[in-house]
């Protein structure tokens, strides 16, 4: 108690004032230097990070002063973890390595399916005279598929079951990328499915994917239920609620982020552990939202977010929309196809829509090169089709 009142001036304690006054004469230099050696971290600070607009209040508190918050250096939020600083050096370097042009790149087409694939045909005709452009990979969870192109046969890679939802799922993509990933030619990484159908014949699509830097990976913000509703605090401390985000797992990636995928474990693991169907009263789903959430917080800027696979959600059930013989019109193809904007919808009760133009390469261009859920029996309705639709296979 003692030595606390002695700190302390003007406690009301006559018998230790002198003894603290004196204290103070005697330190008057240092608090000269202390407050010389504050004036120059301000000035330094002021120098290296210059505010946006200039304004007389420096040194004011920030609710008076609203732009000082603004120029502060930001204030580490946390003590990165050895795995995060590992990760993060890992994840800039890959990023930040220039892509060596080739003779021959060539796009991989990665088909995750269960068995066989119903559109060999079709996919055959799209594929057709192109043959030095393009690899083929094929992982059937389920049962060993029976080929009816000549260009599918020997494409099956080493394959395990594939849980709806789970993480097994990732694992298949990440599969599917590590075999991809083995020809160095591969620039470009393209997740399909067995229900999946091009829209364009394949000069388009190449040069839609080539032609650009960026990787289409559907990605948006979704507070509701569905979203953020998903998100549990042991995905902390590297991954915060605000990180959180949702999108179709169809994706077609540059080579970099496919090497990040495989790079990945930090991430990847929390995804794993923590995010489930059936997890504490959530039903959390790996394949809509590790990719999302990971390109998210590496690199923002570098994905579209959205997918350049089609697929209509309105009926706003489980499972999109499947697509019947019936449905199979050429103005269904003309829809799809004209689709210049993608639409996101939250699951809160305000069901809010979120629109976005489509920007290619920063113009408005339509934003599907494929499409799905397309059922087997809609096979030669679309061979029909697309040799008579222009845009397809001219
Ligand atoms: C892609 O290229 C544009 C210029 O066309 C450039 O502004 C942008 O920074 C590049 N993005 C990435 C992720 O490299
Ligand atoms: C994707 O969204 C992020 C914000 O979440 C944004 O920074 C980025 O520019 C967007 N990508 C494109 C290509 O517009
Ligand atoms: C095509 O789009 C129009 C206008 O949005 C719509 O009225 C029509 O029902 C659509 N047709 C098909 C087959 O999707
Ligand atoms: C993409 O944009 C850049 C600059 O905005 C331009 O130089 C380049 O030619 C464009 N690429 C294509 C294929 O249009
Ligand atoms: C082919 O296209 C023409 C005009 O674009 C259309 O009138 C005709 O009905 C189409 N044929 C089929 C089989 O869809």
Not at 278 to 293: F, I, K, S, V
Request: charge should be positive; aromatic fraction near 12%.
């Amino acid at each position: 108690m003692k030595l606390t009142q002695e700190w302390l001036p003007g406690t009301g304690d006559l018998k230790i004032m002198p003894v603290v006054r004196n204290r103070n004469s005697s330190r008057r230099p240092l608090w000269i230097i202390v407050l010389v050696a504050l004036v120059c971290v301000a000035l330094i600070r002021a120098y290296v990070y210059p505010p946006q607009q200039y304004s007389a209040c420096y040194f004011l508190s920030s609710n008076v002063c609203g732009p000082l918050k603004d120029w502060l250096p930001p204030v580490p939020a946390r003590v990165y973890s050895d795995d995060e600083i590992a990760a993060r050096v890992v994840i800039r370097d890959i990023l930040s390595m220039p892509s060596v042009p080739l003779k021959n790149p060539k796009i991989a087409f990665m088909f995750l399916t269960l068995g066989s694939l119903p559109f060999e045909k079709l996919w055959e005709k799209f594929f057709l005279g192109h043959e030095d452009r393009f690899s083929i990979y094929v992982h059937a969870s389920k049962e060993k598929p029976v080929h009816v192109s000549a260009l599918f046969i020997g494409k099956d890679i080493r394959s395990d079951k594939v849980a709806w939802g789970k993480i097994s799922m990732v694992d298949a993509e990440k599969r599917l990328l590590a075999s991809a990933l083995q020809d160095a030619d591969n620039q470009h990484f393209v997740l399909l499915s067995e229900s999946c159908i091009p829209l364009h014949n394949f000069d388009y699509v190449y040069s839609y994917l080539m032609e650009t830097n960026i990787s289409f990976v559907d990605c948006f913000e979704d507070p509701g239920p569905h979203g953020t509703g998903r998100y549990s605090e042991h995905m902390l401390p590297e991954m915060e609620k605000k990180d959180w985000r949702k999108g179709a797992q169809w994706f077609s990636i540059k080579r970099q982020h496919a090497v990040l995928i495989l790079a990945d474990n930090l991430y990847y693991t929390k995804f794993k552990l923590y995010c489930k169907p059936g997890m504490e009263g959530r039903n959390c789903y790996a394949d809509e939202h590790y990719l999302p959430t990971f390109f998210h917080m590496i690199d923002p800027t570098g994905i579209a977010n959205w997918s350049v696979t089609h697929v209509d959600w309105s009926e706003g059930k489980w499972h999109p929309k499947s697509y019947k013989s019936r449905d199979v019109t050429f103005e269904l193809l003309k829809n799809i196809t004209s689709i210049d904007e993608s639409v996101h919808v939250t699951s809160d009760a305000k069901k809010e829509v979120q629109k976005r133009p489509c920007l290619w390469n920063g113009s408005k261009r339509p934003c599907y090169l494929f499409a799905r859920k397309f059922v087997p029996e809609t096979l030669d309705n679309l061979m029909n089709l697309l040799s008579n639709f222009t845009a397809l296979f001219e």
